[in-house]
């Protein structure tokens, strides 16, 4: 894979880092080898942290590649076209022979990249979304960084049907994308935005709120608000949503930590080990125990 014609400063990402893939854990490679023929997959991929001083310029790159801004602003240009300012929630892709110059102008920038190989790599992002060149900013993008980071964690496994996942979420990704243009996103939603809000500090750590009145106050919203978004936007209460977050993170500590089963409980806010492990055993059908025994049993990982 030829990047010798890219520069790039500022960035957690450098060129030896991509090469020899020594990088930090937000990052995947499946195909360094670009590929023009053959099915379409995604062959890399990650989430760089773009510190202020971060530039890069490109006359070329042999991937099609679709990016996404997370958090933070900059400046971008794609072929011949004018500077664009970047902001939380833009989306832009290339692919070979186009240049491509992006900056973040002296501020941070969070942002996600896709890179396909195949045959028909560049024409799924021609159309129906029409991304390929262009940028686009979309509304309530939690959505997209849901997905972002869901192919980032499939990308990282290795196994028989990871390069299936990928793919398949990916798809879902572009599908996404294609009904936020059908709804001519541009057009504001608040409801959407601030549901999209609470729903980002659940997820950023459920265990920091003991109950809905300490999420509600938080996010500067009303607990009858509160109930209404999530019946609207997630289909579940405000509190089944919750709850799922804080026994996920808990299944997690159970199977990467040795803390005991209280601890756990107390890591994900509850101060019952009783309670705990009823909640647990609701969401998951089986006890933090019996999780951990099933684990350490021969044959269970």
């Not at 980071?149 to 290795?158: A, F, M, P, T, V």
């Not at 028989?160 to 001519?184: D, H, I, V, Y």
């Not at 933090?288 to 049993?297: D, F």
Request: charged share 25%; aromatic share 8%; glycine share 10%.
């Amino acid at each position: 894979m030829d990047i010798s014609n890219t520069v790039r400063r500022g960035s957690t990402l450098t060129k030896q880092d991509l090469l020899h893939g020594k990088v930090p854990g937000d990052f995947f490679f499946r195909e360094l080898a670009e590929r023009h023929h053959g099915p379409m997959a995604v062959a890399l991929g990650g989430r760089e942290y773009c510190k202020g001083e971060y530039s890069v310029q490109r006359r070329t790159y042999p991937f099609t590649t679709l990016e996404f801004v997370a958090e933070g602003a900059g400046e971008l240009r794609l072929g011949d076209g004018p500077v664009q300012s970047l902001r939380a929630g833009c989306v832009f892709a290339y692919g070979p022979g186009m240049p491509v110059s992006m900056s973040t102008a002296g501020k941070a920038m969070t942002k996600y990249f896709l890179c396909l190989v195949g045959n028909k790599a560049r024409r799924v992002l021609e159309e129906p979304v029409a991304l390929m060149g262009r940028m686009q900013h979309f509304g309530g993008h939690a959505e997209l960084r849901e997905i972002f980071d869901l192919i980032l964690q499939e990308g990282k496994e290795h196994g028989p049907r990871t390069e299936a996942l990928c793919w398949n979420s990916f798809c879902r990704l572009l599908l996404k994308l294609e009904q936020a243009q059908l709804r001519g996103e541009q057009t504001r939603d608040p409801q959407l935005e601030t549901f999209t809000r609470c729903k980002r500090l659940i997820d950023a750590g459920p265990e920091r709120f003991g109950s809905l009145g300490e999420l509600a106050a938080v996010a500067h919203v009303s607990l009858p608000t509160l109930h209404r978004l999530f019946r609207r936007y997630q289909g579940v209460t405000p509190y089944q949503y919750l709850t799922r977050r804080k026994m996920n993170e808990a299944a997690h500590a159970l199977i990467d930590t040795d803390l005991m089963v209280k601890e756990v409980a107390a890591r994900v806010g509850f101060d019952d080990p009783l309670h705990f492990s009823r909640v647990f055993r609701h969401v998951h059908g089986v006890s933090p125990q019996r999780l951990r025994e099933s684990l350490r049993a021969p044959g269970g990982g």
